[in-house]
């Protein structure tokens, strides 16, 4: 079974810059759509971003301007770029995959439709 693997988590000051990266061996991420999902202690996940097989992303209001969904084909990696991080970042953060080439939009807003989890790296912003 396919799984993505994150890794680049950890812990940062506010305004400080991190970069997640997500990864899935043996297969070739440029056929998949791609997001970046978080959840927070006490609270639901939710999307942060999404790249869809289609060619549209997506970004969540709240890490617009500040957070990138970035693939790169040559690496066979969906980056997530995030900067001037603040407290109310910190969560585990997720890579899925699904096969769906549906707008990045409609993905991001629905959870089901992706296939395949990773297991989560942990980032936390505190000073």
């Known amino acids: 079974q396919m799984r993505p693997v994150e890794s680049g988590g950890g812990l940062v000051q506010p305004g400080e810059s991190l970069r997640l990266s997500c990864a899935a061996s043996?297969?070739?991420?440029?056929?998949?759509?791609v997001a970046w999902f978080r959840q927070a202690p006490g609270k639901e996940r939710e999307a942060v971003a999404c790249?869809?097989?289609?060619?549209?992303?997506y970004h969540t209001d709240s890490v617009k301007a500040r957070f990138t969904i970035l693939r790169d084909n040559t690496k066979n990696t969906v980056d997530l770029d995030m900067n001037d991080l603040k407290p109310e970042d910190t969560a585990v953060y997720y890579c899925?995959?699904?096969?769906?080439?549906?707008?990045?939009?409609?993905?991001?807003?629905?959870?089901?439709?992706?296939?395949?989890w990773g297991q989560g790296t942990q980032v936390t912003v505190s000073s």
């Open positions: 043996g297969v070739s991420l440029r056929f998949y759509s």
């Open positions: 899925a995959i699904t096969s769906s080439f549906q707008p990045a939009p409609h993905l991001c807003n629905t959870e089901p439709a992706w296939q395949y």
């Open positions: 790249d869809s097989v289609s060619g549209s992303t």
